[in-house]
């Protein structure tokens, strides 16, 4: 797979700078679950004063991997630096670069280490307590988040905003594909996001292609927002009680209360 080449590639040029002292795979390609169109995922370990100059040569650390088109620092915790990045040929990639005597160990879920100089991985990698190991941790998130979107259908319609309601429905749409992954046992937030189609159910892909496409005026939004609840709703329940996990009814409750006293819907 050419992006084998990219992580060998990494692997040498990271090695080989004193700075980085233990480099691990991470994502869909340590797992074994990648393709052609996955991203490499890494993490660097760096000396400890090299992690307190990270402002200043992140950016050239990357570069090594290029030829690098675009690269970009996101916000996170002050003891790592995420970045993305990439090359001339479409390679993307992302290093988390973290300190090399960081008291915290991370979760790293599926992870291959490619080098360790000093020995020090062993300290910094947690047993894993990711949401992998734990694919329902994030259901009742999912369930509630879904009614909560649900109940701003009147925001939509009393505001004549098929804008903002076009975009809830896109956010009801993913929540369904979480919804589905968990009945399958697997948690979205634990695995690539762009990967879905290969992890549902011929049943699963029937039901998404059946659901109404959704026009651009408020009249389509509702009815489509009423066909998903119908389709989440129950399964969400049977989901729950299954895993002996409460459906959260007064929220539900509540909700259809609301969009039959503001809009006058049922569902």
Same mark, same amino acid.
């Given at each position: 797979?050419?992006?084998?080449?990219?992580?060998?590639?990494?692997?040498?040029?990271?090695?080989?700078?004193?700075?980085?002292?233990?480099?691990? +795979?991470?994502?869909?390609?340590?797992?074994?679950?990648?393709?052609?169109?996955?991203?490499?995922?890494?993490?660097?370990?760096?000396?400890?004063?090299?992690?307190?100059?990270?402002?200043?040569?992140?950016? &050239?650390?990357?570069?090594?991997?290029?030829?690098?088109?675009?690269?970009?620092?996101?916000?996170?915790? &002050?003891?790592?630096?995420?970045?993305?990045?990439?090359?001339?040929?479409?390679?993307?990639?992302?290093?988390?670069?973290?300190?090399?005597?960081?008291?915290?160990?991370?979760?790293?879920?599926?992870?291959?280490? #490619?080098?360790?100089?000093?020995?020090?991985? &062993?300290?910094?990698?947690?047993?894993?307590?990711?949401?992998?190991?734990?694919?329902?941790?994030?259901?009742?998130?999912?369930?509630?988040?879904?009614?909560?979107?649900?109940?701003?259908?009147?925001?939509?319609?009393?505001?004549?905003?098929?804008?903002?309601?076009?975009?809830?429905?896109?956010?009801?749409?993913?929540?369904?594909?979480? +919804?589905?992954?968990?009945?399958?046992?697997?948690?979205?937030?634990?695995?690539?996001?762009?990967?879905?189609?290969?992890?549902?159910?011929?049943?699963?892909?029937? #039901?998404?292609?059946?659901?109404?496409?959704?026009?651009?005026?408020?009249?389509?939004?509702?009815?489509?927002?009423?066909?998903?609840?119908?389709?989440?709703?129950?399964?969400?329940?049977?989901?729950?009680?299954?895993?002996?996990?409460?459906? &959260?009814?007064?929220?539900?409750?509540?909700?259809?209360?609301?969009?039959?006293?503001?809009?006058?819907?049922?569902?």
């Amino acid at each position: 797979m050419k992006l084998d080449a990219l992580v060998e590639r990494a692997a040498t040029r990271l090695r080989a700078d004193e700075r980085v002292r233990a480099l691990w +795979l991470t994502g869909s390609l340590a797992a074994g679950t990648g393709d052609e169109e996955s991203d490499v995922d890494l993490r660097a370990a760096l000396r400890a004063s090299d992690f307190a100059a990270i402002a200043d040569t992140w950016g &050239p650390l990357i570069d090594v991997l290029g030829p690098v088109v675009w690269k970009r620092r996101w916000p996170a915790p &002050p003891d790592e630096v995420i970045t993305s990045a990439l090359t001339r040929d479409y390679e993307r990639f992302d290093v988390i670069f973290q300190s090399a005597v960081d008291p915290r160990p991370r979760a790293l879920g599926a992870a291959r280490l #490619l080098f360790d100089k000093d020995g020090i991985a &062993p300290a910094l990698v947690a047993p894993d307590s990711s949401a992998a190991s734990r694919p329902l941790a994030g259901l009742a998130f999912v369930v509630e988040e879904f009614i909560r979107m649900l109940g701003m259908l009147s925001i939509v319609v009393h505001r004549d905003d098929p804008a903002i309601g076009l975009e809830g429905q896109l956010g009801c749409h993913s929540l369904l594909i979480a +919804l589905l992954l968990l009945e399958n046992g697997v948690d979205r937030n634990a695995m690539g996001k762009r990967r879905v189609a290969t992890l549902l159910s011929e049943e699963q892909r029937a #039901l998404l292609a059946a659901l109404p496409p959704i026009a651009p005026d408020v009249a389509s939004i509702a009815a489509g927002r009423l066909a998903y609840a119908r389709v989440f709703l129950p399964r969400a329940r049977r989901l729950l009680e299954a895993n002996g996990l409460a459906y &959260p009814d007064t929220l539900e409750e509540a909700t259809r209360r609301h969009l039959r006293a503001s809009l006058g819907l049922e569902f």
